[in-house]
Each structure stands twice: as C-alpha cells, then as structure tokens.
C-alpha cells in the first residue's frame, strides 16, 4: 500500500516536489516482481542528498539486479515531518511511495557525524524500532556504509551491520547472501551470522565491548571465535572497471550540485595529517582519462546536464589532467556544456584551463594553506609554501583575477597565537601581490576572504590521539584575527565552534555515546548541521542526563596505548604508521606524497593504485 | 532562424514542480533531444524559448504553451514534437507544435485562461438555489477581494475579470462537489488567479469549502478584439 500524500497537504510545504520522485531516471519497478527491497537512506535534506555521487551509483547499481529495488529515501523537511506525524503517513520511498518499514533493507549513508539524529529521525518516522535490539524478525535490516562508518561505534546500537569501504564493491556480495537466505525460514541473527563472514561486514550486536575505571577502553571482544577480529574495508581495486551507472536522476527542483559530477580518481596522495579521507580511501586510484570521458559522453546524453565538474580529493593531482580536461574541452564545447574546475594547482597550464572552461568567473579562486605559518604547516604536512602561494596569486592577479579566498583552520595541534596571526599576514602579503601587478593588467577591486574553520580530529588520521582545542582558545583566536584584519580589501569568516566540539564527540565517540544521539534525538534534536536547527544547549542536557562527559572525547588527549574505539576496523593504513606520522608532526618534519616516496603506510596489501602492480 | 510554438500538458506527476523548474525541464530534453535550438550569445548562454503564464503550484494543466526558436530551419514542427516528447519526464507530453510565423511573444499576448475548480462543501444546496446565488454574485458592480502582491495584501475589484462562470453540481454522499468552470482574465496586465475567485465567490455564499483539484483547460491570447486559441494565432 502506497502512502497518501494528498494535495492540500503537498501544497501546504516548502518544496513539495522534494516528496513527488517521478524525476527523469528515477527507476521505476513493480514491487511484485523483485525479491528485495532496498531504501537508500540521505539523512539529510533532499538537496543535499541527491547532490550525493556516491548515492547515485550505489542507486543505480542495486536497481541493475533484476531481483532487487532501490528507492531513495531522504529526510523531511520539518514542516513535512509534522505533516507526516499529523497525517500518521509513515516514511516511504520515493520511487513507490510504499512505506520504507515494510522494505527488506533500510541503508543509511553515513557522510558527516552531525547527520546522526536525523538517522534515528528517520527510522522513527519510519515506525522501525530506534535500536537493533528491538528489532524482530518482521522488520527491515537497518545497515550503514559511509565515511563515517569508519568509527561505526556511536551507532553501534542502532545499525544491525555496518559494510566498511566501497559499496560497490560489497553491497552486491550482501545481496546475493540475502536472496539465498530469504524464504528458507531462518531468522534474523542467522542471516547477520551469514554475512558476517563476508569480508567488511561489522556486526556491532556480535562483540563485546569492557571499560576501564578511567572510562577508557579495556577490551573489545568477539562473542564468538568465528566473528572476524579485525574488520578489513573493502576497496575497487581497478577504478576503471568499477560499476559506473550510464545514466543519472536529474532533479527537479535545484540541488547543491547539479551537474554530472565526475570523480577522476579515489584517495589522495598528499597525506595531510589532519584529513581523514586522505587516509581512509587510500590507495589512490585512478580512472583512465578515456574511461573518464566515455563516462562523461554517456551522462551527458542520458541527462541533459549543461555542466560537468571534476571531483576529487585534490584533482590537480591527477597524472592525465592534462589528456582529461582538454579531451573534455574539446567535446563538450559545441554541445555546449560548461567545465567547472574546482580547486586545481595553479600554475601556467591550469590557468589557461581555467581560462577556456566557460563557467569559472574571474572572481573565484580558492586556496588552503589550513595554517598561518610555514612551522605548522609542516606539523600538519600540508605541502604548500608561502612562495607557492604567492606565486600563484600572483599569476593569477596577471591574469585579471581579483578574487582569492583562503581557507585556514583554527586549533590545529600546537598551535600558537604566533602561527594565528601568520593567517593574517598571509592575507596581507596577498594584498601586496596584488599591489605590485600593473594596473592594465589586474581586475578593478581586490577581495580577499579570510575563513576559517575549528580542527576536528578525526578516527584513522595521526591526529587522533590529539585533544580538539578548547571553546574558550578558539573564540580567542577569533577574536585575535579578527582584531588583525582590518582592511576593506580582506574579509574574515569564521565558523561558531560549538558544532565541532560535538562533532569532534562522535568523530571518536564510542558505544556510549550513542546514548547520548538517542537522548538527544528524544529531547529535539535533528537537521543539526543546520544553524537554525542546532540546538546546543540541549545537546548539553542530554550529556548531562547519560552521564556522558563530552570534554572525555573532544579535548583529551589519548596514550599511544590506548585501545581506541575504532581498532577493530583495519583500513589498510597501519597504527604503527599514523603513530610515526603523530610523532613526525611534533617534530615539524613533513612526509613526501606517495608518489614521490612512499612512506610505506600499509595500504600495499590492497595491492592495488600508486602502490600496487600498476 | 524558425519558431516552433508548441502546447503541453501537464499533470499529476509533475504539479508540484515550480515553472522555473519546468523551464529546466525542457531545456535538458532539448538538450537529450539534440534538438536544433538557438541559444543566445554572451557569457551564459540560454536557450531560445519562452513560455505562456506560469500555472500555480499543485495545478494541472492541459493547455500549456512554449515557444522555442530553432536554428535548422528545415525540421518540420511535428519531428521537433516527437523527439520532444521522447525525453520529457512523465506528466510533460507536447500535444501539438506548430512553426509559428509572427514574432509575437506568446507571454505579452496572453487574455484569458480557463479552468475547471472542483470545489467540495458540506454545505447542503441545489442546482436552482445556487444558480440564483451565483447570478447574484455575479450582478455585482463591484467584487473586491484582498490581492497578495509584491508589495502587501492590497484591495482589487475582480468583477472584470470574470468573463464567464458555470458550474454542475454533484451531489456525493453528506458533501456537495461543485464543478466550476471559470473564464478569467490572464496574463500580465490582469490575472486572476481562480482560487482566489473561488474564495471570494464561496465567502460571498457563506460557504465553507475545500479546492479539490484545479485543472486549466484553455489559454487564450488577445488579437485585436479576438480571443484567440494560441496554436490558431501563429498561422
Ligand atoms: S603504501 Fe606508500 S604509496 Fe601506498 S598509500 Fe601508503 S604511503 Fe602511499
């Protein structure tokens, strides 16, 4: 039975075409003809979800198999969440408007710690009950997959299995045991035993967790000798052959990223300290350029998109750049459809680039130097110089650009007021570039926007054991920039830091904070990466009400010994590397990228991108 | 350079999309269509093609009219449908195309617009009582109604812009559906929008009321004192 959403209810929200499916591509089935029913979970609104790539193809995927139905599921708004609760309609998938609890998977994508509540949201709205232990035979399987399932404890009374790495690659593998499994009248813990023996599946309802007096960790156990110890994520070992949908949904209403995006390859090379995808998506591999562009050719005719963008951790790392964005110039010219380039190296070929793609206005380059100095620069490993960027600006002013905007971060570990203020004359050594560029030459007025944002430290990084600076230091040094900007030519953003103390809580939280998301959920909390729904001080209370200590996870600063929350998921990259990469920071000493020289992190076992066979 | 006019429908599946958001509709079909269309010059380039007045949220629509001008002057109006209506999502169909010869722009020549609002009230009436009711709303000089502009609520007589009003009434079970068919005033000179005409006519009746559905059945653009069907006007 399909929900009713009448009219009078659809007109009465914001957006209503956001709960309608029926956009060009969607994939319609008839729920009688498939064997599993699969509700692809966005907790997040439906402009930020559908803007998803990773979702895109995993949709697409699931609907190739003739036996299986993926619809996508995203979370209400709130004025249509109240409806839903008035009207008792129950969450349902887009495709069939069929109520997402009588489905035989519920996935949630896991992309940042702030989506959580909307998880717990959603499965309540979904009449699924919050936590697996109270799920019967009768209910759907709640799984997860996502960066964030990296730390999957938080959630770890909540999803029934966690699938770790690429989704491509395992989720069919899941499926396949599913089939197998339904109709022979086994129950529900059989078929989580099933697939626990797949590589990259975690059970959190299958281990036994003990804590010390001090609140740490004392021991992380298997209840069964059969349970794998060490959860290994799985990756595509060969971008090029990896499943790639030929066609797209194309939204009706407009979407954070509306266009074909293309990734050109996965993981990053860099290995800046801070930056958890660095490490977890390693080894970098890359898609051919020619693959690249027959992808590009077939999305483009299957959806009508005027624009392509290339996304990638740092694009301008890609070895066949140059092969792709003239292939795709060249193309997609006469078709006119535009290139936007996010975030490329500058230097005398990218700014031709820019040049020649359509969309990039004069006005917008980026930059991330993360830190005001060249001493923490080198503590986080990010390989970019005073030099370089000045080099770049300068370039770029010749070339009548007369934007720039600078990303930094606040509260990066040992971070002094010395390297807070080296943000600010970095700004202004911008400005001076500017100066000295003939006047024929450069853009009318200058804009130099200065933001920042608060350090989180992240699961699988070298900064893991670090404490997150506290509330009080960051506003301070806010507050500091602030007073050493001052000049029209030089704006400064910066983010309000309460959301990253809460997201540097779930980032290494372990199972007891998931107490906490449920509580908080209770009392009111969701959409909490949005500002007008963030609701601090009763996240506050909801700590207080568990007896869970935030400050316990977000400023402590942990022993190399201690057994963290998440040392049962093996990503490739090997603790005793990030511990050499920690103590390398504090000595300032930078580690090459891997293709320069490989700093032997571990991730060679998946054989496979820069450090494998090819 | 050739202007195809062509008339749409739209419906259920697609109601509650926004018209700038139909706008994007068709220009990626176009563009799946490899369809011949011009787009103009400069910085960001945008297709050739304008639409008649915007249908409200939640309303379909059988009459719906586009112009798009075309640099292949040799496709025929009708290839130029088919190859459309390959790549329009569900709801969006072109009934008709037609190579238009005036450069009119549909949007400044549009008069009129018809639909039918099915209306349903507890209210207990009857075919008689209501026509007398009605006539009477009707034979008013003078019917003011508080307008939502830009800029505020402001006081409008929509008297003229009432060309026509009929209705059938329905009886169903404890309600009374009343199927109304109004002729109103369009485009950008004076519109009226046909909820706000019902509200005013069931506020003058005293009744209390719920829209069911609201469809429109016609488009009309003005030509000297003529209304005319737009498909008829580009010969
Ligand atoms: S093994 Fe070496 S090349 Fe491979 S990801 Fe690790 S550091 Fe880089």
Known sequence: MSVKLSDALLKSVEKPSRYTGNEWNSVIKDPKSVDIRFAFCFPDS??????????????????????????????????????????????????????????????????????????????DLAGIPLTSDKRSDSDSFVCAGGPCAYN??????????????????????????????????????????????????????????????????????????????????????????????????????????DRIMLEVFRGCTRGCRFCQAGFIYRPVREKSHKRLIEIANKLEESSGYEEISLTSLSTSDY?????????????????????????LRIDSFSLDLMEKAQKVRKSGLTFAPEAGSQRLRDVINKGVTEEDLLNAVSMAFNGGWNGVKLYFMLGLPTETMEDVEGIADLAYKVVNAYKTVPREKKGKFLNVTVSTSSFVPKAFTPFQWEPQDTRENLNEKQMLLKSKIRSKQVTYNYHENRLSLLEAVFARGDRKTCKVLLKAWEMGCKFDSWGEHFKFDVWMKAFEECGVDPYFYATRRRDYEELLPWDHIDIGVSKKYLISESKKALEEKITPNCRVNCGGCGA?????????GN | MTIIRVKFRRGDEVKFISHLDLMKVFERAIRRARLPIAYSQGFNPHPGMVFGLPLGVGVTSEAEYGDFEITDD???????????????????????????????????????????????????????????????????????????????????????????????????GDFNIIRFTALVSAGSKANLKPDLLIE????????????????????????????????????
């Open chain 1, 46 to 123: 439906y402009e930020v979800g559908m803007s998803h790539l990773g979702m895109k193809i995993l949709y697409h995927l699931l609907n190739d198999r003739d036996d299986c139905y993926c619809e996508r599921v995203f979370a209400p708004w709130t004025d249509m969440e109240e409806k839903m609760r008035q009207n008792n309609i129950p969450l349902y998938g887009l495709e069939s408007k069929n109520p997402i609890r009588d489905f035989d998977f519920v996935g949630f994508t896991l992309q940042y710690e702030m989506s959580f509540t909307n998880i717990i949201n959603m499965l």
């Open chain 1, 152 to 257: 999957p404890e938080p959630l770890a009374d909540i999803i029934d299995f966690f699938m770790m790495g690429e989704g491509e690659e395992i989720i069919n593998e899941v499926m396949d045991a599913y089939a197998k499994w339904k109709g022979t009248g086994r129950n529900r813990q059989e078929f989580l035993e099933d697939i626990v023996k797949i590589e990259g599946i975690y059970v959190p309802a299958f281990y036994d967790v003990s804590y010390n007096e001090d609140g740490t960790i004392r021991s992380f156990e298997p209840k069964k000798p059969d349970y794998p110890v060490k959860i290994k994520k799985r990756i595509i070992k060969d971008m090029d052959k990896a499943y790639f949908p030929e066609k797209i949904i194309v939204p009706y209403t407009d979407i954070v990223h």
């Open chain 1, 319 to 343: 070895t066949e750049l140059h092969e792709l964005t003239t292939g795709l110039l060249d193309e997609m010219e006469e078709k006119k459809v535009n290139l936007s380039l996010p975030s």
């Open chain 1, 604 to 612: 060679t076992i998946f054989d496979s991108g820069v450090c494998g």
């Open chain 2, 74 to 172: 040799e496709m025929s109006a009708q290839e130029f449908a088919d190859r459309l209506n390959l790549q329009l999502p569900k709801g969006v169909e072109v009934l008709a195309a037609k190579k238009k010869a005036s450069k009119q722009n549909i949007m400044a020549t549009i008069a009129a617009s018809e639909y039918i609002v099915i209306v349903g009230t507890p209210v207990e009436c009857n075919q008689k009582t209501l026509k007398v009711s009605i006539d009477k709303y009707l034979s008013q000089k003078e019917i003011v109604v508080k307008k939502r502009t830009k800029n505020g609520v402001k006081d409008t007589d929509i008297r003229d812009m009432i060309f026509d009003l009929n209705f059938e009434l329905q009886p169903c």
């Open chain 2, 200 to 235: 005013s006519l069931c506020g003058y009746l005293g009744f209390e009321y719920e829209i069911d559905r609201i469809h429109r059945t016609k488009l009309f653009v003005r030509s000297q004192d003529q209304l005319l069907d737009p498909m008829e006007e580009v010969v």
